[in-house]
């Protein structure tokens, strides 16, 4: 098998992509947009900002190859039928697609300023700290909520490469920054809401080697729990909205994506069976996206 069939092959598996293509374009143009808020953002400009969802893109490809990595030992048995367990494609591959990705990365981001160039060595390193897991990994395993946050603190740095490609860093400390902690607050806890309903299993989806928040938390306090943080995402988002004047369209939509998500938990909840957990899965990942799209979509046009 050609390296390229082994490359499209693992990403059908592992890095499906128009659906990496759908989370990094709306997470980027979310973060894009939102200048348009503040005061002394630079207009959109069209050629940049396809070059900065590219790297975005390849951002979310890195991490899942550096996950590999970090779980290979444990996925190979607790996955033995993926690719890389069956040796199909090897972690030698894998780098040899890192190295490729991380140069055009780098080369895009010197390309759009050195201001986006620290940004993205930022991220880089906060995605090493990742893969290390913090150099503290037996820490971080007994404390689920830590590891989790520690890991989705990338997300706002990540939103920071799109937010200053239509303002200065300086430019930032002009505006409220309260106002702009409230919005990366409210980017956080909506990957965090998927990456909690992804896990989100029933009984007989758990095994020994599980991390699902059901397993750490039980069934009723991982559903409560993700409320909380999506109840927070739509909270944030609304109030940016109201602030802004937005139509009203924008806030029905908000709140309708959330009503669809607490309904579908609340029927897993009910019967917590396969079926039921992967539609929490599919609603989890629906909110996120919809929440990144309404939002950007709102920001653009304000």
């Known amino acids: 098998m050609s390296l390229i069939k082994k490359y499209y ?17 709306s997470l980027y143009y979310l973060s894009y947009f939102f200048p348009s808020l503040l005061p002394s953002s630079e207009p959109p400009q069209i050629f940049s900002s396809i070059l900065g969802w590219i790297v975005l893109f390849f951002t979310i490809l890195h991490l899942r190859i550096f996950d590999e990595h970090k779980d290979y030992k444990k996925d190979k048995i607790a996955h033995p039928d993926r690719m890389l367990s069956r040796g199909i494609i090897t972690l030698q591959d894998l780098r040899k697609l890192l190295f490729v990705v991380l140069f055009l990365e780098a080369l895009i981001s010197i390309y759009l300023g050195i201001e986006l160039f620290f940004i993205w060595l930022l991220i880089l390193l906060w995605s090493i700290l990742m893969f290390f897991e913090f150099f503290a990994p037996e820490f971080l395993n007994r404390r689920i909520v830590l590891y989790l946050i520690s890991h989705q603190i990338i997300v706002p740095i990540i939103c920071l490469f799109g937010f200053l490609q239509r303002i200065k860093l300086l430019e930032i400390f002009n505006a409220n920054l309260i106002y702009i902690f409230i919005f990366f607050i409210g980017v956080m806890c909506n990957t965090i809401t998927y990456e909690i309903a992804r896990k989100t299993w029933s009984k007989d989806r758990e095994h020994e080697h599980a991390d699902s928040y059901t397993k750490f938390w039980g069934t009723f306090p991982a559903v409560v729990i993700n409320q909380i943080i999506s109840g927070l995402t739509t909270t944030s988002f609304l109030y940016i909205y109201i602030k802004n004047n937005l139509s009203l ?11 669809v998500f607490l309904i579908v938990e609340i029927m897993f909840l009910m019967d917590p069976v396969k079926k039921k957990s992967k539609m929490v899965e599919i609603a989890g990942a629906l909110f996120t996206i919809v929440v990144f799209i309404n939002s950007a979509v709102g920001f653009a046009f304000i």
């Open 9 to 25: 092959d693992y990403s059908k598996e592992r890095f499906p992509i128009v659906p990496a293509l759908l989370y990094s374009g």
């Open 249 to 259: 369209t924008y806030s029905i939509v908000l709140i309708g994506i959330w009503l």
